[in-house]
């Protein structure tokens, strides 16, 4: 019996690009908290120096995670799209940011939770719309005019 791949560009197909883009970011996030956790308390480094540094780690991966697992994205643009992708990045941390003060204000919820409201609204309309342009779902073969 042989079974084949859903098309990416139909229903079945988004549904695992969105099933593998969340767990990447799940793996991100490990990574993040967990180099947090080794250059604070194995290390001993100040929290205020080990988060960025965390941070880029969380942030690489889910680079990388998202256009080569998540979008299976073969073209070797690396440099433009890792631009594009902190773009969409740097949009989503201050759609984050406001929508997070705007809900700790209007709802009783309870902070964490309203936190998470939050990311997941972000990561659906802003952050999953535009990794999806950036990595142009199932481009498997490089761009025109870039073949050998």
């Not at 967990?34 to 604070?40: D, E, N, T």
């Not at 705007?102 to 997941?120: E, I, N, Y």
Request: glycine share 8%; aromatic share 8%.
């Amino acid at each position: 019996m042989v079974t084949t791949m859903p098309d990416k560009a139909s229903l079945p197909g988004k549904l695992l690009t969105l099933v593998k883009s969340a767990a990447v970011g799940g793996l991100a996030t490990f990574v993040d908290l967990g180099a947090l956790s080794l250059l604070v308390y194995v290390t001993g480094l100040s929290p205020r120096i080990a988060s960025p540094i965390a941070l880029a780690l969380g942030v690489a991966l889910q680079f990388v995670g998202n256009k080569v697992f998540a979008w299976q994205d073969r073209r070797r643009d690396w440099g433009r799209q890792a631009a594009l992708f902190l773009s969409v990045e740097a949009l989503g941390f201050v759609a984050n940011l406001a929508l997070f003060d705007l809900a700790l204000r209007a709802s009783p919820l309870p902070m964490l939770v309203t936190r998470m409201l939050c990311q997941s609204a972000v990561y659906f309309a802003i952050c999953l719309p535009g990794w999806s342009l950036i990595f142009k779902a199932g481009a498997t073969s490089e761009p025109e005019g870039l073949h050998s």
